[in-house]
């Protein structure tokens, strides 16, 4: 209903501000996005299949922060279902799908189906195996999870107690849960939704016995285990969608995020499975004699897991870039206290709240951190085709470096984006805890992605390859100081102090683990310390590197300079004292780091810090957010959410103690409460 507030401006005009701030950078947004975005078409497709979205009411976002968690489900299922009908009416392609997926910004029931499913049937699976599954899978005739964790076992995939034992005389396998913990657990699609599975089970084959003339014909053999190995398994009825005999599976229930997702748990019960279940690309069992055959790298089960966590990476990077674009609008557009120093106080505004530098030093060099995100993202594609290349070739010998490269660097990009979207929702104050904010739903989820995405445990062979690199790191001078005593830093001198850092840790973690032999509990902090240094180091060279030969214009290409040396810097003063115990920065450059990041921050990043984060093209429909709109709408879109949209405030309450009645007029209001308990 109209009424007064209708005619209500905010005190400051928030349009007006982020227009200015454009205005006083030179930076170039739509060629920083090219630049940035350009892969596949991404800007392209982006626009064209947001439009179809914003048309479809189902894919409304005004209302879906107020549903309930089982409502949530129902509306990420009737969404999954739609955008695949969607797909056939606009004729969207794999990537087209993709791009809507990331939009709608909710972790679909159908999710795992393009992604860890298929990928893993892809790679792992032999061609006859292929050659049934994938066209299944591309027609959406079955709905694929993926089975690997448990409830007693996560990360140690090693430990997984799920059981499958070869049956030599009926010839196939029989998948059986033993214990209570070799339940099947946080699976997403699980729960409600998968016809299909990937299951990964512990493969137990007879041992091979010479015949003996005492021994029965019927006697028990003794069963050997190959370690975890995948099967491809229906779970559950194809009319009636209800579980197969000898399986239990459901929905683990209420998560921290990712409500519409039916993560869920699945035990069996002596459940038997064809012998072609076993993806058979790398090993097999011989159905004649019960024999294991493997052919290529036992370490190959990693293929899928590893392309994953070369696209979590690049998902960080956006992810990050939400919360920072958010965070550096509103707080360029928000007015907190007047200059205490001002001449005269009475006739100026408030501060702009991005000018505080204790609000730049939270901000700021978050933003440069989605860029160094970026680039390693792109060397991780580039790495991961080339391994890609070598498996397919027969040659197993880059898997290692690229399994240790991307679980140390997944770990380290989801810790980013999880802590940068908290650090950005404390920047903005007390509409930072609001629904209006934008990261309520991506702060709840996103902090699943760093929950699961443990830091690696170096394995000896690591070990030995980081102890030869610091071998080849020690045959190089000493790392020149990285801000010579004018003031200039020095960006190669940067790049070899993160190296010399990562490898003297290598050396250190070398000597106590394989020269003293150390027990491998007691080093486990000194190796987390040294897998984030590593990868710390891989994404300040990756960064520099991508400044060689930009073809970003100026001053764009200049600030993309200073950025780097905003995020380098800024990592360098956050565990100074690595780099000084290591050698491989001086306690004078340490010292000079601080002042030149206050000055990279007011005088380099702060002047294009909106026009910077315009160049990640991200639209208002992704953000969904007041607080961070592109026209600077802020107080009139928090108004509106609040006043207009909230269903809470159409309904008029009864208070009063002495009545059992909760909504006024309405008897059974409690009684509908209760039946929900």
Not at 380 to 385: N, S
Not at 454 to 472: C, G, N, T, V
Not at 529 to 542: D, F, G, H, M, W
Request: net charge neutral; aromatic share 8%; charged share 25%.
């Amino acid at each position: 209903m109209p009424d007064f507030t209708d005619d209500l401006k905010p005190l400051y005009d928030g349009q007006a501000t982020l227009a200015a701030e454009r205005d006083r950078s030179p930076i170039n947004a739509e060629e920083l996005s090219k630049h940035l975005l350009s892969r596949d078409g991404f800007l392209e497709r982006q626009k064209r299949v947001v439009s179809v979205l914003k048309s479809e009411k189902l894919f409304s976002k005004r209302q879906q922060a107020n549903l309930s968690r089982p409502e949530r489900y129902y509306l990420g299922l009737a969404r999954a279902k739609k955008l695949r009908r969607l797909v056939q009416d606009h004729k969207w392609n794999h990537q087209d799908y993709h791009m809507a997926d990331y939009l709608v910004d909710e972790m679909s029931p159908y999710h795992l189906q393009m992604s860890m499913f298929v990928t893993t049937i892809r790679e792992q699976g032999d061609e006859a195996q292929r050659t049934h599954w994938l066209p299944r899978i591309e027609a959406w005739d079955i709905i694929g999870a993926y089975a690997q964790t448990e409830q007693g076992h996560g990360s140690n995939v090693r430990g997984l107690e799920l059981q499958a034992r070869w049956d030599s005389k009926k010839k196939e396998f029989e998948l059986h849960s033993p214990t209570l913990t070799a339940s099947k657990w946080w699976n997403g699609a699980l729960g409600r939704t998968a016809t299909h599975a990937i299951v990964v089970a512990q493969l137990l084959l007879p041992q091979i016995q010479t015949p003996s003339i005492d021994a029965a014909d019927d006697a028990e053999p003794k069963y050997i285990s190959h370690g975890p190995h995948p099967f491809v398994i229906q779970i559950r009825d194809k009319d009636t969608h209800q579980p197969l005999p000898g399986i239990v599976v459901g929905d683990i229930g209420p998560k921290y995020g990712y409500t519409s997702m039916d993560n869920g748990y699945m035990l069996f019960n002596h459940f038997r499975i064809p012998h072609a279940a076993m993806l058979a690309r790398y090993s097999r069992v011989d159905p004649k004699t019960g024999a294991f055959q493997r052919t290529g790298s036992p370490a190959v089960v990693y293929g899928s897991l590893t392309n994953v966590r070369a696209n979590i990476i690049m998902h960080a990077r956006l992810v990050l870039a939400r919360a920072v674009t958010i965070a550096v609008r509103y707080c360029s557009i928000r007015r907190q206290f007047k200059d205490r120093d001002a001449l005269d106080i009475e006739s100026i505004p408030e501060t702009v709240v991005l000018d505080y530098p204790t609000v730049m030093i939270r901000v700021l060099p978050l933003l440069a951190t989605t860029f160094a995100l970026h680039y390693t993202g792109e060397a991780m594609y580039e790495l991961y085709r080339r391994s890609r290349e070598s498996i397919e070739g027969g040659d197993f010998g880059s898997l290692a470096e690229l399994h240790s490269t991307s679980s140390g660097l997944k770990s380290l990009c989801t810790m980013y984006a999880a802590d940068g979207i908290e650090v950005c929702r404390r920047a903005m104050g007390g509409h930072g805890f609001g629904g209006g904010s934008g990261l309520v739903q991506i702060n709840a989820e996103y902090v699943f992605a760093e929950t699961v995405e443990k830091p690696s445990e170096e394995s000896k062979d690591a070990l030995s390859d980081h102890f030869r690199k610091y071998l080849k790191q020690r045959a190089n001078a000493r790392p020149q100081e990285a801000i010579t005593p004018n003031g200039t830093i020095e960006d190669n001198a940067i790049v070899e102090a993160f190296k010399w850092r990562a490898a003297t840790l290598s050396y250190q973690a070398y000597q106590r683990r394989i020269v003293q032999r150390r027990r491998w509990n007691t080093l486990l902090i000194s190796l987390h310390k040294l897998s984030r240094a590593y990868s710390e180091s891989i994404l300040v060279t990756n960064f520099h590197s991508a400044l060689q030969n930009s073809p970003l214009s100026e001053p764009t290409r200049s600030t993309m300079r200073d950025l780097f040396h905003l995020y380098a810097l800024h990592t360098i003063d956050s565990d100074a004292r690595s780099f000084q115990i290591t050698g491989a920065l001086s306690a004078v450059v340490l010292d000079a780091i601080p002042d030149r990041i206050l000055d990279i921050m007011t005088q380099k990043v702060r002047p294009h810090a909106v026009k910077l984060v315009d160049g990640w093209a991200i639209p208002d429909y992704l953000l969904d957010s007041a607080l961070g709109r592109y026209d600077g709408k802020v107080y009139e879109e928090l108004f509106q959410k609040a006043h207009r949209e909230n269903p809470l405030n159409r309904v008029t309450f009864n208070v009063d103690w002495r009545s059992s009645e909760i909504v006024k007029g309405d008897k059974e209001s409690e009684a509908r409460i209760l039946a929900k308990l």
